[in-house]
């Protein structure tokens, strides 16, 4: 199949994360932290960066952020859940120093102008709505299945948990579904500068 196909959907390049060992630590870090699900169904996140100094930051709605989404057939697009300044999020979370976590973001950030970087889980046999997000994501999956998609306007994609990084445009309308038996977590970073608005080689 063509790459063009897969326009919206950037591999990036001469980065390789180390699967194994970021299991292994996420293991640890789910004994310690639960997923905020902000009681919503099939959503749970968990913060890696932060604003400086500001736990507030890291709770409540900060953990999702605004989209765009179509409710209804009436067809009119309407704005859900509150902005975030991305720019703002540049301060690792004190129970990820010393980690690996701390040296995936510090290696993304070398690369890109990041915003806030979670740890984010699908549930088993859900979806998240079709939707638009501000800017683009970066996906480092770490646990997946082959029910696990990503749908871009008309293009379906898996994203294996092979230690690569892509970046997904985001901007489009799109939508995540886990048709699988078993969670998927993946690390995803805001994309402040826009790749897809230049020319991809």
Not at 50 to 71: F, L, Q, V
Not at 139 to 144: D, G, S
Not at 156 to 173: C, F, L, Q, R
């Amino acid at each position: 199949m063509s790459e063009q196909i897969y326009s919206d959907f950037y591999k990036v390049p001469n980065v390789k994360i180390d699967i194994l060992r970021l299991r292994t630590e996420l293991e640890d870090v789910l004994k310690k932290k639960k997923f905020n699900t902000l009681g919503i169904s099939h959503f749970g996140a968990i913060s890696i960066n932060r604003i400086p100094g500001d736990e507030e930051s890291i709770k409540g709605h900060n953990t999702r952020g605004a989209y765009w989404t179509y409710p209804d057939e009436k067809g009119k697009e309407v704005k859900r859940d509150q902005t975030i300044d991305e720019s703002k999020y540049t301060e690792i979370v004190p129970e990820f120093k010393n980690t690996y976590f701390e040296e995936i973001y510090n290696l993304l950030k070398s690369k890109f102008k990041l915003g806030r970087v979670r740890i984010l889980l699908k549930e088993p046999r859900s979806t998240l709505s079709w939707h638009r997000d501000p800017e683009p994501r970066l996906h480092i999956p770490i646990i997946t299945n082959p029910g696990c998609k990503m749908v871009i306007e008309d293009v379906a994609k898996h994203m294996p948990a092979d230690g690569s990084v892509t970046i997904t445009n985001n901007t489009k309308y799109h939508n995540f579904f886990n048709g699988g038996e078993q969670d998927r977590i993946h690390l995803v970073a805001c994309v402040l500068e826009n790749p897809f608005k230049k020319a991809i080689n």
